[in-house]
């Protein structure tokens, strides 16, 4: 079991993998923001083995190019090629015999720069007249306008319209474990190894083949345990090319572990974004449409596989989801600074959006004069309304969306909050009170087909191969026992194998909370697909006189505990472990009669899986103090609904994991730069996440509302708590705050933002 | 100028002699002298407590401590906390208090939560919130770590 | 990251300490608790040649009260003071103030003279030993020298003390009856560097009037620093309308700088703020103590 290797201190993350034989990188990176590299000088001193620049690995690999739809493309190269574009990009490689001397000559390394003028901001990047990547004609590396004009009717038409500007801040997923590669080539079979801590096993050794000059099957790509991803692992990152490269030309394996300073620098930012929204309302209240600008700082590249427009594009296709209205218009583009690139980070794109639609709503209630919880349940689209295609053209499966806020506000006691509300005015306190109602993008399987494999030995052990991959999610015990239960067999018979790109199906990896919605559901079919055939070769056993055909198998026969029996005769049993026998013909009295059923016990499905959406609701109440910004939250509810739950306990600690995450998102999470482009947070005192004494008691619920779109009901579950935190306690703060919550626009909800809105005279 | 010192340290009740660079880190010397993977890293800034293990009975950042210091010390890993089968108490409450995910902060907070309960007779949850908030997680919310320290501390089965 | 290079030496007593510092000049650096100076030559923004570890001189490792005065060795745990029954009893703002310090694993390694000597203007025990008029003992090659605490801190991480000096002890005056305390932080976490706080220690005479009233800002710049402001309360009863004004004057007073947390005018208000709430709870405690 994988949660007692990690309570002994088993776990094998990358730095634990044996590395005896390898030699050490570390990487010389750029101090400037933007600049000319000139000559790279490495240091005379006999520990160093080697040292790799970019021109230098322009030998052995191939420029690349993110091709996504929407976006602008143009050569990357995982070492600066002739100019460095933010601070941290890799310059060189440097390998020695330990990281210790690896570090010490990396600092040796002498690197001449001629600086550029930084682009460090949305406006700089969109105005500013200098343009990063020499292919393109500007600093737009996304563009896509959605149904342009389509709202301007209904807008100039309206009793009221609502505009605002929010801003959301760069911030870093920050698993504890960083990333780390070790790499190796085997000059007998020319293949590569490569371990990396990733999210998505396949995609890199896509990435590689095409950059590596190799066929997809020279390079096995294994993913050991992974301290944690949210998101920032589900990419390629430079290191993961340089390592197999030099490790081919040295002929050595090689080994780099990440420092937390290298992480945060340019180890994958995410998030920041700039949001325009116009909503136009009816007397009544009725949203009738929606108008919306994302703009993203994409740092300085478009990332493999999803590209720059990630963030501002998922949150644009599905802005104002929850919300029943009839045209939207809608623009996401994302821009090229001089900062580190921006990868996934959990609440993709709808962190931010949620945050912006549900401050708008408030903003619309007051002055509708209608209070919150009225105008989203007015606004929400009732169960009964499914399935739905939005405005935005998304096809919406099921849902209880107004249900879970009517839940989270029975739960949180709303009519009590306001009561206390009153009271705590009357003392001159800032009490506030928050909600946050959305529907969430989830399962998302835009790169094709996942795959399920499950192979039964012939002693009845069972193996399940899936293209998905765990970095904490706990999918060794969830699919073990889904396995189990599909083929009416103990769970202690399943062994889940995952990551390794020599034996999983291929596909796309764990992401976009799509593990269960896709891989959940290729286990499943693939398991009853099997149990029909464990069933018909049980027949076989049973009552070899009297052949059950495969298709009555299922009506006619039983498994259960791994026993197999006949519905009309119960006490007649054959086990599961003899069935498994006789399929790989190890029977010696009993051969398998291979003219009726094909020897083996293996099943393998593949297929491409439709969006699913979850929808989750959220009350919190808070209060500030007046003295020092700072504010305590008194009640925080979320109730989630993410279609079928398999496993409430996992479910439970997704929910409650990733409201904390949120509300690091909501209070601290913020990469800052300067004026020059110079990074201010690389270390764990400058950016802060939050640690036990912050996470106030999160009460949480589900509904159960099963996906019309997934075999099993299921839908994705790891954002919801996420996504709720910045939107929930900004409308909390914001009430609080009363007339000067107003001007509420950006997170985080740090004491010197909310100092400055209780400054407002 | 590097150098080396002769150090004699007993690590989860095993000496150990061996000569080290002055500059290794505890939590290196662990993890690649010793190949004790079990305390991890994860920041070498002093700031998360996932490398923390007991030094001299104390709870303390095994990446803000020099080996060369530790001539006659005495340390325990997450490899030291369960007796061969048996998982110690506080792993087993780990468990199944859904304590744990991806499992990489686990030793340290183990490790943390074994001073707490040498410590306090009746650790309360306000009392073990702010004992372990120099443990960070990015993965539980903390509430399953803190069920489980109750819940050991409560039953007083590290004793 | 990994540190640079270095030698480890272990002085077997203060005299030897030293030696060695004159010999090595700023090549050295001693390590005490190393919580500090670790994490910077990990990050190799510190990178000694020589590293002087005394953190094991046992001489140096005490706590000792007596009718004048109490004193701390200077590689005496934080930990350790943390659990020391005199320590809560004779020197209430100093055990008030060591659970705000860092985290368990930071304490226990912690030394009181390390935390002195770093200086860091945001940490606790300098405001503490300001507050509380505490004097730093300091040894070199000249031989001993006693340093007020309002002498001691001179700039960003630097102090009165000369390259070739060590902290021996730390000296704090025997509490006096009907003396109240409070230390109030804002920190953006539990066990954080505060943004700004304030240790302070008011007495009263027998009819609650304030006798004295010394309050120490950390957090406010290049080094902890007493505010003025705090002595206006003598002669008052520390009353809404007194308090009201140590903190106004307490805002006008500061000059704090900005950084990437809050701003200079955050830290002034807030300071304000601190000022007020803290000295009212001291305030209210040293009239306990006289009833």
């Not at chain 1, 190799?214 to 990419?235: M, Y």
């Not at chain 1, 506000?409 to 928050?434: F, M």
């Not at chain 3, 208000?269 to 305030?283: E, K, M, N, P, T």
């Amino acid at each position: 079991m994988k949660a007692e290797e990690f309570v002994r201190g088993q776990g094998q993350y990358l730095a634990d993998l044996p590395d005896q034989d390898c030699l050490h990188v570390a990487f010389v990176r750029s101090p400037h923001a933007h600049a000319r590299v000139g000559e790279i000088r490495a240091p005379e001193s006999s520990a160093l083995i080697a040292i790799c620049t970019g021109a230098d690995l322009l030998a052995d690999i191939s420029p690349f190019r993110v091709i996504a739809p929407g976006h602008l493309d143009y050569d990357w190269y995982p070492l600066a090629h002739d100019r460095v574009l933010f601070v941290g990009e890799p310059v060189a490689a440097v390998v020695a015999e330990t990281p210790y001397i690896a570090e010490d000559l990396a600092a040796e390394v002498e690197v001449e720069y001629d600086p550029l003028d930084a682009v460090t901001t949305l406006d700089e990047s969109i105005t500013g007249g200098t343009v990063l990547h020499a292919e393109l004609e500007n600093n737009v590396l996304f563009n896509l306008p959605v149904n342009e004009g389509a709202t301007a009717d209904t807008f100039a038409a309206a009793h009221l319209v609502v505009e605002q500007e929010f801003e959301y801040p760069r911030q870093n997923a920050l698993p504890l474990e960083t990333r780390g590669v070790l790499a190796r080539f085997d000059p007998r079979d020319q293949r590569y190894t490569v371990f990396t801590s990733t999210q998505m096993p396949h995609l890199i050794r896509s990435a590689l083949s095409q950059i590596l000059n190799v066929n997809e099957d020279d390079i096995r790509v294994i993913k050991p345990d992974v301290g944690g991803g949210f998101g920032l692992k589900g990419q390629l990152f430079p290191e993961e090319v340089v390592l197999p490269a030099l490790a081919r030309k040295l002929g050595r394996p090689l080994k780099w572990i990440e420092d937390r300073r290298e992480s945060l620098m340019a180890g994958g930012h995410a998030h920041e974004e700039r949001l325009h929204l116009s909503a136009a309302f009816d007397a009544d209240g009725n949203l009738l449409a929606t108008k919306s600008l994302l703009d993203g700082d994409a740092g300085a590249h478009s990332t493999f596989p999803f590209g720059a427009g990630l963030d501002p594009l998922t949150g644009a296709l599905n802005i104002f989801g929850a919300y029943r209205h009839k045209a939207s218009e809608f623009t996401a583009r994302a821009f090229a600074t001089n900062k580190a690139p921006a990868v996934s980070y959990r609440g993709v794109g709808q962190i931010q959006s949620v945050f912006a639609v549900e401050r708008l709503m408030d903003i619309a209630a007051d002055q509708l004069k209608l209070d919150p919880a009225e105008l989203r349940k007015l606004n929400l689209y009732e169960n009964s309304e499914f399935p739905v295609t939005s405005p935005g053209g998304n096809e919406f499966d099921t849902g209880s969306y107004r249900e879970t806020l009517e839940i989270a506000l029975d739960r949180a006691d709303y009519t009590g909050l306001r009561r206390e509300q009153e009271t705590a005015r009357e003392e001159g306190r800032l009490y506030g009170i928050g909600l946050a109602t959305f529907n969430e993008v989830s399962g998302v399987s835009i790169f094709g087909y996942d795959g399920a494999s499950i192979r039964i030995g012939p002693d009845g052990q069972v193996r399940a191969f899936i293209s998905t991959g765990s970095s904490g999610q706990g999918h060794e015990k969830v699919y073990g026992r889904l396995v189990a239960e599909a083929l009416g067999i103990s769970p202690e018979l399943v062994r889940v194998i995952e990551g390794d790109t020599d034996f999983c199906p291929v596909g796309a990896g764990t992401y976009a909370s799509r593990s269960m919605v896709t891989t959940g559901n290729l286990l499943e079919s693939a398991a009853r697909e099997l149990r029909d055939k464990i069933l018909m070769i049980g027949g076989l056993l049973l009552s070899p006189d009297d052949l059950i055909p495969m298709e009555n198998a299922a009506n006619e026969l039983r498994i259960a505990d791994g026993v197999i029996s006949l519905v009309r005769e119960p006490t007649a049993t054959v086990t599961f472990e003899a069935v498994a026998q006789l399929a790989h013909m190890k029977n010696f009295d009993f051969p398998l009669p291979q003219e009726l059923v094909e020897a083996g016990l293996e099943c393998t499905h593949y297929e491409q899986h439709k969006t699913v959406y979850s929808n989750s609701s959220a009350v919190a109440a808070v209060e500030i103090d007046p003295d020092t910004a700072q504010f305590s939250i008194r009640r925080c509810v979320i109730i989630g609904d993410c279609g079928r739950i398999f496993d409430s306990s996992t479910v439970d600690a997704q929910l409650v994991g990733g409201a904390a995450m949120g509300l690091g998102c909501a209070l601290f999470e913020h990469l800052a730069y300067d004026s020059n482009g110079q990074i201010l947070t690389t270390s764990l005192l400058d950016y802060l996440v939050p640690v036990s004494t912050d996470i106030p008691q999160i009460e949480i619920g589900h509904l159960e509302t099963p996906s019309t779109f997934s075999a099993n009901g299921t839908k994705g579950m790891g954002e919801g708590g996420t996504m709720a935190m910045p939107a929930v306690l900004a409308n909390a703060v914001a009430d609080a705050l009363m007339d000067k919550g107003r001007l509420l626009n950006k997170i985080p909800l740090s004491e010197e933002n909310i100092f400055q809105l209780l400054q407002i005279s | 100028m590097t150098g080396t010192t002769s150090i004699g340290i007993r690590v989860n009740g095993e000496d150990f002699e061996r000569e080290v660079e002055d500059r290794l880190t505890l939590a290196d010397f662990l993890r690649s002298e010793l190949r004790l993977t079990g305390t991890h890293l994860g920041c070498e800034q002093g700031s998360c407590g996932a490398c923390t293990v007991l030094l001299d009975g104390s709870a303390i950042r095994s990446c803000l401590v020099f080996a060369s210091q530790l001539t006659g010390a005495e340390v325990t890993t997450v490899e030291g906390l369960a007796n061969q089968a048996d998982l110690h108490p506080l792993q087993s409450a780990f468990i199944k208090n859904d304590a744990l995910q991806c499992g990489f902060c686990t030793p340290g907070f183990l490790l943390t939560a074994v001073e707490i309960l040498n410590e306090t007779d009746h650790a309360d949850e306000s009392t073990i919130r702010e004992a372990i908030s120099g443990n960070i997680c990015r993965c539980t919310g903390y509430q399953g770590i803190v069920d489980a320290i109750v819940e050991v501390a409560r039953s007083g089965s590290e004793r | 990251m990994k540190p640079a290079p270095f030698r480890l030496e272990t002085p077997r007593s203060l005299g030897e300490c030293v030696e060695f510092l004159t010999e090595h000049g700023d090549e050295a650096k001693i390590l005490a608790g190393g919580q500090s100076l670790v994490p910077l030559m990990n990050l190799r923004l510190a990178q000694p040649s020589v590293l002087l570890d005394i953190g094991g001189l046992e001489a140096l490792d005490f706590v000792e009260k007596n009718e004048q005065s109490f004193r701390i060795g200077a590689v005496t745990r934080l930990r350790d003071l943390e659990r020391d029954a005199n320590v809560a009893e004779s020197q209430p703002l100093l055990a008030e103030a060591l659970p705000y310090i860092g985290h368990i694993q930071i304490r226990n390694r912690t030394t009181v003279g390390g935390s002195i000597a770093h200086a860091d203007p945001a940490a606790e025990l300098p405001a503490v030993l300001l507050a509380c008029g505490g004097t730093i003992k300091s040894v070199g090659p000249n031989g001993e020298r006693e340093i007020p605490a309002n002498n001691f801190f001179e700039s960003y991480f630097s102090t009165n003390l000369e390259e070739d000096e060590v902290i021996a002890e730390i000296e704090l005056p025997r509490w006096k009856p009907a003396c109240g305390w409070s230390i109030q932080e804002v920190s953006r976490r539990h066990g954080d560097f505060s943004l700004i706080g304030i240790a302070c220690r008011v007495s009263c005479d027998e009819e609650g009037v304030v006798t004295e009233a010394a309050a120490a800002f950390f957090g406010v710049g290049a080094t902890p620093s007493l505010a003025e402001s705090a002595s206006s309360l003598v002669g008052t009863k520390a009353d809404d309308e007194a308090l009201r004004q140590v903190a106004e004057a307490t805002t006008a007073e500061l000059d704090p700088p900005t950084d990437i947390h809050v701003s200079a005018d955050y830290r002034k208000q807030v300071g304000g703020a601190l000022a007020r709430r803290s000295l009212s709870i001291a305030y209210q405690r040293a009239t306990r103590s006289i009833t």
